[in-house]
T-cell receptor, first 109, second 112 residues
Framework: GQNIDQPTEMTATEGAIVQINCTYQTSGFNGLFWYQQHAGEAPTFLSYNVLDGLEEKGRFSSFLSRSKGYSYLLLKELQMKDSASYLCAVPDSNYQLIWGAGTKLIIKP | TAGITQAPTSQILAAGRSMTLRCTQDMRHNAMYWYRQDLGLGLRLIHYSNTAGTTGKGEVPDGYSVSRANTDDFPLTLASAVPSQTSVYFC???????????FGPGTRLTVL
């Protein structure tokens, strides 16, 4: 079956760096998505990894290790507006996304 | 462009009543999805449609039905609402089965 694990909540300081981990178990692998969701709003796409390694996009980077079933989202130079939930998702064998419960990131000044 | 719109924004519904949540996209995406999101749980797929005229069941389809008469619209119907269907409902679309999904603003439904 499919399973995705993320920490429930993390706290970080404005200007710092934070790493949000995601571990997954899938019968096959068709990539891994990260989404951001501000409270009361819809999720928005951040990144998609299908090959091993780090992909950088501005202050946000996403890493994937397929052999370890592991990904992380790295947020640099944290800003107060980064306070949100971060959702990890992987497609199942029918390409339907299986979602983690999300990691609520709290940024403190 | 509007992207994806959902209506209503929120609704309070008496148990046993029926209701249709509306979803419309203007991006000409083939695939559309309905999710529910409950506190402490991840998004759970209710139903999906890979293309107009076809639909499929997701993880939690019981008590819900959908139709996909055209590319743009994907309504979700609750035939006889129960309190456990209290949730936030998100509609999403993507240009392919494996592509990035774009989400509507959500409908907050309370069943009493």
């Amino acid at each position: 079956g499919q399973n995705i694990d993320q920490p429930t909540e993390m706290t970080a300081t404005e200007g710092a760096i934070v790493q949000i981990n995601c571990t997954y178990q899938t019968s096959g692998f068709n990539g891994l998505f990260w989404y951001q969701q501000h409270a009361g709003e819809a999720p928005t796409f951040l990144s998609y990894n299908v090959l091993d390694g780090l992909e950088e996009k501005g202050r946000f980077s996403s890493f994937l290790s397929r052999s370890k079933g592991y990904s992380y989202l790295l947020l640099k130079e944290l800003q107060m507006k980064d306070s949100a939930s971060y959702l990890c998702a992987v497609p199942d064998s029918n390409y339907q996304l299986i979602w983690g419960a999300g990691t609520k990131l709290i940024i403190k000044p | 462009t509007a992207g994806i719109t959902q209506a209503p924004t929120s609704q309070i519904l008496a148990a046993g009543r029926s209701m249709t949540l509306r979803c419309t996209q203007d991006m000409r995406h083939n695939a559309m999805y309905w999710y529910r999101q409950d506190l402490g749980l991840g998004l759970r797929l209710i139903h999906y449609s890979n293309t107009a005229g076809t639909t499929g069941k997701g993880e939690v389809p019981d008590g819900y039905s959908v139709s996909r008469a055209n590319t743009d619209d994907f309504p979700l119907t609750l035939a006889s609402a129960v309190p456990s269907q209290t949730s936030v409902y998100f509609c999403a679309s993507s240009d392919s089965e494996s592509g990035e999904q774009f989400f509507g603003p959500g409908t907050r439904l309370t069943v009493l």
